[in-house]
Antibody, heavy 118, light 109 residues
Framework: EVQLVESGGDLVQPGGSLRLSCAAS????????MTWVRQAPGKGLEWVAN????????YYVDSVRGRFTISRDNAENSLYLQMNSLRAEDTAVYYC???????????WGQGTLVTVSS | QSALTQPASVSGSPGQSITISCTGT?????????VSWYQQHPGKAPKLMIY???NRPSGVPDRFSGSKSGNTASLTISGLQAEDEADYYC??????????FGGGTKLTV
C-alpha cells in the first residue's frame, strides 16, 4: 500500500525557516517524480515544487523560487521541503504527492500545517 | 503561472449530470494533454479522478469523464450522487515544466 506521511509543520515567525519531511512507503520511491502542493486556509490548491526521481531536476512556482528548496533522499525514501524567509502568505497545509507516469499526482499524504505568524 | 479558471460553484440534483469547465491558455491546457482533475472532500487530501484529459484511475466510477477543446478542459459527472459533493480542481502541465491548478469548484448535490 502506498503511503505518504508528512511531518515538520509548525508555527514559525515571519522570516523564519522550517523543513518539511515526507516519508514514503509501499512503492519504489526512486522511480517517481515527487511534488509538494499547498493549500492556504479556506483557499484552493497551489502547486509548489517538484523533483525528478534522481534529484537532478527541480521546478518551483514563482512565489517560492529562491526561498524554498525541494530535495530527496532515495536511500531513506524521503522527500523534503526546506522553507526559508517565510512569509504570512506561506501559511498553508502542505501536501506531498507522488507523480505517476502521466505527471498526475496519484497518491497524496494527509498534509502538515505550516503557520507563519508573529 | 496564473491559475486556471474554473466556476466557483455548480450544483445539481441526484441523478442529473453536471459539467465543470477549466480554462487556461496555449501555454498550459491548450498545449498539453496532461490535464488532471482532483476531488477534495472537506478536511481530506485531494484524490485523482481524471488524468491525461480523459483517463480514469482504477477505482474511479465511470460516471466521471473528462474532455478538452482548445484551451478549455471539462469534467462531467453523470448520475450525480450525494457523495460527489466536494471541491473539484483541474490541473495542467505548463511550458515551464511546472503545474498549475484551477481555483476550484464547489459542487453541491
Amino acid at each position: 500500500e502506498v503511503q505518504l506521511v508528512e511531518s515538520g509543520g509548525d508555527l514559525v515567525q515571519p522570516g523564519g525557516s522550517l523543513r518539511l519531511s515526507c516519508a514514503a512507503s509501499g512503492f519504489t520511491f526512486n522511480y517517481y517524480w515527487m511534488t509538494w502542493v499547498r493549500q492556504a486556509p479556506g483557499k484552493g490548491l497551489e502547486w509548489v515544487a517538484n523533483i525528478k526521481p534522481d534529484g537532478s531536476a527541480k521546478y518551483y512556482v514563482d512565489s517560492v523560487r529562491g526561498r524554498f528548496t525541494i530535495s530527496r533522499d532515495n536511500a531513506e525514501n524521503s522527500l523534503y521541503l526546506q522553507m526559508n524567509s517565510l512569509r504570512a502568505e506561506d501559511t498553508a497545509v502542505y501536501y506531498c504527492a507522488r507523480d505517476g507516469v502521466t505527471a498526475a499526482s496519484d497518491y497524496w499524504g494527509q498534509g502538515t500545517l505550516v503557520t507563519v505568524s508573529s | 503561472q496564473s491559475a486556471l479558471t474554473q466556476p466557483a460553484s455548480v450544483s445539481g440534483s441526484p441523478g442529473q449530470s453536471i459539467t465543470i469547465s477549466c480554462t487556461g491558455t496555449s501555454s498550459d491546457v491548450g498545449g498539453y494533454n496532461r490535464v488532471s482533475w482532483y476531488q477534495q472532500h472537506p478536511g481530506k487530501a485531494p484524490k485523482l479522478m481524471i488524468y491525461e484529459v480523459t483517463n480514469r484511475p482504477s477505482g474511479v466510477p465511470d460516471r466521471f469523464s473528462g474532455s478538452k477543446s482548445g484551451n478549455t478542459a471539462s469534467l462531467t459527472i453523470s448520475g450525480l450522487q450525494a457523495e460527489d459533493e466536494a471541491d473539484y480542481y483541474c490541473s495542467s502541465q505548463t511550458t515551464t515544466n511546472t503545474q498549475v491548478f484551477g481555483g476550484g469548484t464547489k459542487l453541491t448535490v
